[in-house]
Structure formats: structure tokens, C-alpha cells
């Protein structure tokens, strides 16, 4: 079989799922060293993506659909001009399937993934049940790569001068997918536990999106030394971060899947919402704390998890 010279790579989003796709990544442009790879992302996840050191170039996709005919087609030149020898789908969803056909009608490139007629299909009946990562190697071993490492995070950098950030601190991640509520520990919860770390000399570091400036307005308005982060960080500023950390503790939330693989030490709280078996973070150092209901989680349980007084 001849190598193909130019590789596709599909990683549409989320945050926690891009850092578990890390490792696939890695395997793949170890596998095609001499090829020019291309991920296919979005918009989120782009400026971030371009600095891996596993892609050549990165595109966006705009997620056009069936309304926006024009976007439509010129997504569909754009693929199939990339002149592509293997397509690897790491995203596996409807889209990502529609895609494979939108590359068509004629010879299409060989395929690593679940759309019907794949190549190289991932047809694991378990793979709904396995975790991301045991997934993801698992359909790469179909497509010939046997050995796939752990997300790393070492070539990130960042500036983290603008933040003043103290010598000991712990991140709290109290935010979540908004639509989603039930995956958030009460964030009055939070505010206790950064009491707690305050009176234990320890700065509470409180991250989050720009949508979640309320969180963080919430736990500073409780304890002033807080450092209310919220709206103000990129991506490679929280793996960063996560360097100088003592201690992370946080919702099921992409933000928590970046600190545990940069390294920091992680408390990550589930409840009935999602399944740690299928998609907790991985690193070092994880704890993972479930209730069916976060608000049964009591605020002494979080603290009981961090190794200092």
C-alpha cells in the first residue's frame, strides 16, 4: 500500500475531548512522519491546535448544514481538494460520518472511522462504553497503529506575568456546560471551600469562561482573597496554571481535562449526568468524587481530598 502523503485529522470539539484526542495525535504524526497532516477543527480550539507540534496546518470548520448550501459546497471543495490518502475521524459523530460522503461520489481516501464504508471502520461493539481514550487507540490499532501515548501537554506555554498569581494556590473550576446545570456543584459550595483554603493560607484561583464570570463574582464576593480568573485566560494560560498549582478541584468540565493532563493534582466531581468510566480526565494525579446529586456532596468530603493542612 502505497503511504499516503497527506493526512486528515477530525477533531471538531469538545475541550475535553480535543486534550483526550492529544495522544491519538501524537501516534498519528509518528506513524506518517513524512506526511503533511491537516486537522479539521473548529473555531474554539483553532489558535490553540496550530501550535501542536502534531499538524502541519489547521482548518476551520464552520459546521455548515443543509441551510447554507454555499458553505456547504465550498466545505466539500475544500475537502476534496486536500487531495487526502487517509481521513482519521477521531470526532465519530453524525457529522463527522456526513462528511465521509460529502468527499464523494468517486474513489475517496482511506477512511478511520464509524461512517458506513469506511476503510478502516472502528467496529467495536463496546466502544460506547469505553473510555475516550481506550477508544481512540482502539480504533487506531485498526488502522495500523499500534501504540498510542497519553495526552501531553509539555509544549504549551504561556506568559502567566499579567495574572500576579501567588505561590500557593489552588484551582477551583465551578462551571460546566450551561445547558447542563446538574453537572455543577452548587457554586455556595464553592465559596466554602475557598474559605477553607483561605484560612489554610492558601489562594483560592477560580477559573472559567467568559459566561461564567457570575461564578467567579459569586465565591470573591464570599472570600476577597480569592483571584477570580473568570473570562480572562486562554487555553494554554490554564495548563499553565495548572503547573503552579497545589491542587485542582472542579466539575466534569474541558477546563479540568487541561490541568490534569498538564499535571496538577485534580479533585473532579460527577454526578448521574455523565461517567467518569467513559470520560474522567487523565494524569498523575485524579480523584474523582461522585454523587447522583452534587448537592448532596458536602463541602468537607472536596476538602477531605487536598494532602495539606
Same mark, same amino acid.
Given at each position: 500500500?502505497?503511504?499516503?502523503?497527506?493526512? +486528515?485529522?477530525?477533531?471538531?470539539?469538545?475541550?475535553?475531548?480535543?486534550?483526550?484526542?492529544?495522544?491519538?495525535? &501524537?501516534?498519528?504524526?509518528?506513524?506518517?512522519?513524512?506526511?503533511?497532516?491537516?486537522?479539521?477543527?473548529?473555531? @474554539?480550539?483553532?489558535? =490553540?491546535?496550530?501550535?501542536?507540534? #502534531?499538524?502541519?496546518?489547521?482548518?476551520?470548520?464552520?459546521?455548515?448544514?443543509?441551510?447554507?448550501?454555499?458553505?456547504?459546497?465550498?466545505?466539500?471543495?475544500?475537502?476534496?481538494?486536500?487531495? =487526502?490518502?487517509?481521513? #482519521?475521524?477521531?470526532?465519530?459523530?453524525?457529522?463527522?460520518?456526513?462528511? =465521509?460522503?460529502?468527499?464523494?461520489?468517486?474513489?475517496?481516501?482511506?477512511?478511520?472511522?464509524?461512517?458506513?464504508?469506511?476503510?478502516?471502520?472502528?467496529?467495536?461493539?463496546?466502544?460506547?462504553?469505553?473510555?475516550?481514550?481506550?477508544?481512540?487507540?482502539?480504533?487506531? +490499532?485498526?488502522?495500523?497503529?499500534?501504540?498510542?501515548?497519553?495526552?501531553?501537554?509539555?509544549?504549551?506555554?504561556?506568559?502567566?506575568?499579567?495574572?500576579?498569581?501567588?505561590?500557593?494556590?489552588?484551582?477551583?473550576?465551578?462551571?460546566?456546560?450551561?445547558?447542563?446545570?446538574?453537572?455543577?456543584? @452548587?457554586?455556595?459550595?464553592?465559596?466554602?471551600?475557598?474559605?477553607?483554603?483561605?484560612?489554610?493560607?492558601?489562594? @483560592?484561583?477560580?477559573?472559567?469562561?467568559?459566561?461564567?464570570?457570575?461564578?467567579?463574582?459569586?465565591?470573591?464576593?464570599?472570600?476577597?482573597?480569592?483571584?477570580?480568573?473568570?473570562?480572562?485566560?486562554?487555553?494554554?494560560?490554564? &495548563?499553565?496554571?495548572?503547573?503552579?498549582?497545589?491542587?485542582?478541584?472542579?466539575?466534569?468540565?474541558?477546563?479540568?481535562?487541561?490541568?490534569?493532563?498538564?499535571?496538577?493534582?485534580?479533585?473532579?466531581? #460527577?454526578?448521574?449526568?455523565?461517567?467518569?468510566?467513559?470520560?474522567?480526565?487523565?494524569?498523575? *494525579?485524579?480523584?474523582?468524587? *461522585?454523587?447522583?446529586?452534587?448537592?448532596?456532596?458536602?463541602?468537607?468530603?472536596?476538602?477531605?481530598?487536598?494532602? =495539606?493542612?
Amino acid at each position: 500500500m502505497t503511504p499516503a502523503r497527506r493526512i +486528515l485529522v477530525i477533531k471538531l470539539g469538545a475541550l475535553g475531548d480535543v486534550v483526550q484526542a492529544l495522544g491519538p495525535m &501524537a501516534a498519528i504524526r509518528r506513524h506518517h512522519g513524512d506526511a503533511e497532516i491537516t486537522l479539521l477543527t473548529t473555531a @474554539p480550539f483553532a489558535k =490553540f491546535l496550530a501550535r501542536a507540534p #502534531y499538524v502541519d496546518r489547521v482548518w476551520v470548520d464552520e459546521r455548515p448544514d443543509w441551510r447554507a448550501p454555499g458553505r456547504l459546497l465550498r466545505l466539500r471543495r475544500r475537502l476534496r481538494a486536500g487531495d =487526502f490518502g487517509r481521513v #482519521y475521524d477521531l470526532q465519530t459523530s453524525d457529522r463527522s460520518n456526513w462528511y =465521509f460522503h460529502l468527499m464523494g461520489p468517486g474513489a475517496r481516501p482511506q477512511w478511520s472511522g464509524i461512517a458506513r464504508g469506511a476503510s478502516h471502520p472502528h467496529d467495536n461493539p463496546k466502544r460506547d462504553r469505553q473510555h475516550t481514550i481506550e477508544r481512540q487507540a482502539d480504533q487506531l +490499532l485498526r488502522a495500523g497503529i499500534s501504540r498510542v501515548p497519553p495526552p501531553d501537554l509539555s509544549w504549551v506555554e504561556a506568559d502567566l506575568a499579567r495574572f500576579a498569581l501567588p505561590e500557593r494556590f489552588v484551582v477551583l473550576v465551578p462551571g460546566a456546560a450551561a445547558h447542563r446545570p446538574a453537572k455543577r456543584w @452548587p457554586v455556595e459550595r464553592y465559596a466554602e471551600l475557598a474559605t477553607l483554603l483561605a484560612e489554610r493560607g492558601v489562594t @483560592p484561583v477560580v477559573l472559567g469562561g467568559a459566561g461564567e464570570r457570575d461564578l467567579g463574582a459569586a465565591i470573591r464576593a464570599r472570600i476577597a482573597a480569592a483571584l477570580d480568573l473568570t473570562g480572562r485566560t486562554e487555553l494554554e494560560d490554564i &495548563a499553565a496554571i495548572g503547573r503552579r498549582a497545589l491542587w485542582a478541584i472542579g466539575n466534569d468540565t474541558g477546563p479540568m481535562h487541561l490541568l490534569a493532563t498538564a499535571g496538577t493534582a485534580s479533585t473532579v466531581l #460527577y454526578s448521574r449526568e455523565s461517567d467518569p468510566a467513559r470520560t474522567a480526565p487523565r494524569g498523575a *494525579c485524579v480523584m474523582i468524587l *461522585c454523587r447522583p446529586d452534587l448537592a448532596e456532596l458536602r463541602t468537607a468530603e472536596v476538602a477531605a481530598t487536598l494532602p =495539606f493542612g
